[in-house]
C-alpha cells in the first residue's frame, strides 16, 4: 500500500491535503477533512471523513485538524470497495481518479451541512448525513451541529430520533443524546 499511496501523493498535496503515509488532512472552512488508506489481509480500503469544527469530534473532544482520525470524523464514506494491493500503473490512475472524483462529491455535500441544517427537516437530514455511521450515533452529530448552528428546535428532533434508534445497550450514546435533547430544550 505504501507505494500506491506514494503514486498519489501528488495528487493529494494538489488537493491541499498534508499527512503521510495512511491519514490525510485538510481544513476548509468550519470543517477537516481526512483520507484514510486502510489495509485488509487481502487489500485495503480507502475511507473518507469530514467533520465539524464546531460540533465535538467523538470522545467529546474539540477537533483537532492535526491528530482527527477517519473514524473520529461526524460524517463517513468509503471510496468504492476494497482495492487490491498489487495494482498496474493503469489500475493506479484509475484509482486516483476515482479517488480525486469521490472526495470531491463527498467534501462538497459534507460543506453543505450547516446550510442543511437550516433547511432541511430531521428526517431528510438523517437520510442526507448519516451514510457510513450509524444511525442514531448520526443523529447525535446532527442534533449537536443543530445545537451550534442555533436550531434548537430541529437538533431538539434529531435528538429523539436518536434515542428511538439507539439500541437497549447503548447506554452511553442514549446519555449524550438525552445531554442534547436537554441542551435543545431549555
Known amino acids: 500500500m505504501r507505494d500506491i499511496v506514494k503514486e498519489l501523493t501528488p495528487s493529494l498535496i494538489e488537493a491541499g491535503f498534508g499527512g503521510s503515509g495512511r491519514t490525510w488532512r485538510r481544513t476548509e472552512g468550519d470543517f477537516v477533512f481526512v483520507i484514510s488508506f486502510d489495509g485488509a489481509a487481502d487489500g485495503f480500503y480507502i475511507n473518507l471523513g469530514a467533520h465539524p469544527t464546531f460540533i465535538p469530534a467523538e470522545g467529546q473532544a474539540e477537533p483537532d485538524a492535526a491528530t482527527l482520525k477517519e473514524y ?11 482495492w487490491k494491493w498489487t495494482m498496474s500503473d493503469r ?20 460543506g453543505s451541512l450547516p446550510k442543511a441544517i437550516e433547511t432541511e427537516s ?5 437520510d442526507q448525513f448519516c451514510r457510513g455511521t450509524p444511525p442514531a450515533r448520526a443523529a447525535l452529530h446532527l442534533a449537536r451541529a ?26 452511553g450514546l442514549q446519555s449524550e443524546l438525552r445531554i442534547a435533547l436537554e441542551t435543545a430544550s431549555n
Open 72 to 82: 473520529e470524523c461526524a460524517l463517513r464514506s468509503r471510496v468504492g470497495d476494497k
Open 91 to 110: 489500475e493506479i490512475a484509475a484509482l486516483g481518479a476515482e479517488l480525486g472524483a469521490a472526495h470531491a462529491a463527498f467534501f462538497a455535500h459534507a
Open 122 to 126: 430531521a428526517e431528510k437530514l438523517m
Open 146 to 171: 443543530g445545537l451550534a448552528l442555533g436550531q434548537r428546535a430541529k437538533a431538539a428532533s434529531l435528538a429523539r430520533r436518536g434515542l428511538e434508534l439507539a439500541g437497549e445497550h447503548a447506554k
